[in-house]
């Protein structure tokens, strides 16, 4: 017994000291149609930034389940912009597209290359947590199923049904055609 712990130990430690440094997210949204969701989280990369970090599904704590408000999909960015900025002038709903565009010369929704993420700098990070916002993301980061590359315009991601209900009569009240999605998503550590 003795010989099986000290064999542990060193890594509990490496697991608490790297599950401290990614204790920084905040609490996760749910859903409330069932979606078909991925087992890890989906970040599109022209080139992988780094194989170091290594995602475990066997943390129960990494997954959360939220309801996601998606207004659109679609393969063109342009579109959903312009979708994006009508939603909001109607609704009032802020965008917040967590400093990333579309960036046509790698055909991703991508971080500037000299941003101060260095791990995800000129590539695509999920949005994985709860707010009322609106953003562009990539369905496959919230639907196993998705076609590769299709974009959707989120309304918000929330984490219990009534606030998702809530916001889709609100938006859906505006004339806006929105689905509210139940779905899991990873929400550890990515770095």
């Not at 969701?37 to 599904?57: G, H, L, R, Y």
């Not at 980061?141 to 974009?151: G, H, N, Q, R």
Request: proline share 4%; aromatic share 8%.
């Amino acid at each position: 017994m003795y010989a099986f712990a000290k064999l542990l130990l060193p890594s509990l430690v490496l697991n608490g000291i790297i599950c401290h440094s990614c204790n920084s997210a905040s609490t996760a949204p749910v859903k409330h149609e069932k979606a078909k969701v991925s087992k890890k989280p989906n970040v599109i990369s022209q080139q992988p930034k780094s194989t170091e970090t290594e995602i475990s599904d066997e943390n129960p704590d990494d997954w959360a389940e939220y309801y996601v408000l998606m207004a659109d999909t679609g393969q063109n960015y342009q579109p959903l912009q312009k979708a994006m900025k009508e939603v909001s002038h109607l609704t009032n709903i802020k965008i917040d597209t967590l400093n990333r565009s579309f960036r046509a010369d790698k055909n991703l929704i991508a971080l500037a290359d000299d941003d101060e993420d260095e791990m995800y700098a000129g590539d695509y990070f999920p949005r994985r947590f709860q707010g009322n916002f609106l953003s562009i993301e990539y369905l496959s980061s919230y639907l196993d199923d998705a076609p590769e590359k299709t974009m959707v315009l989120i309304a918000g991601i929330y984490d219990n049904k009534a606030s998702a209900d809530s916001a889709f009569q609100v938006i859906s009240s505006k004339g806006v055609k929105v689905q509210n999605r139940k779905t899991k998503m990873f929400i550890g550590c990515l770095h």
